[in-house]
């Protein structure tokens, strides 16, 4: 949820973005958002605090946790 209102449809572009996660290394901080397939750049999106925001971010993106791309 991004403050108190549940997500329903994330509106990207499915032909250009990637779905991911960004993972810092030391805190262990993690940002969903999407990655744009010709530059690579990451686009932040939400940050993750539970394992409900992430399973919300994949229902939003129609993908599950397994198919997000995973970013270090």
């Known amino acids: 949820?991004?403050?108190?209102?549940?997500i329903k449809d994330i509106?990207?572009?499915?032909?250009?973005?990637i779905p991911a996660?960004?993972?810092?290394?030391?805190?262990?901080?993690?940002?969903?958002g999407f990655?744009?397939?010709s530059t690579g750049r990451?686009?932040?999106y939400m940050l993750i605090r539970d394992?409900?925001?992430?399973a919300?971010?994949?229902k939003g993106c129609s993908v599950s946790s397994d198919q997000l791309k995973k970013i270090v």
């Not at 509106?11 to 973005?17: L, T, V």
């Not at 996660?21 to 969903?32: H, Q, Y």
């Open 21 to 32: 996660l960004k993972t810092s290394i030391c805190t262990g901080e993690r940002v969903a």
């Open 56 to 58: 919300a971010f994949c």
């Open 35 to 37: 990655v744009d397939s």
């Open 1 to 6: 949820m991004i403050f108190g209102k549940k």
């Open 42 to 44: 990451f686009r932040d």
């Open 11 to 17: 509106p990207y572009d499915k032909a250009r973005e």
């Open 51 to 54: 394992e409900k925001e992430l």
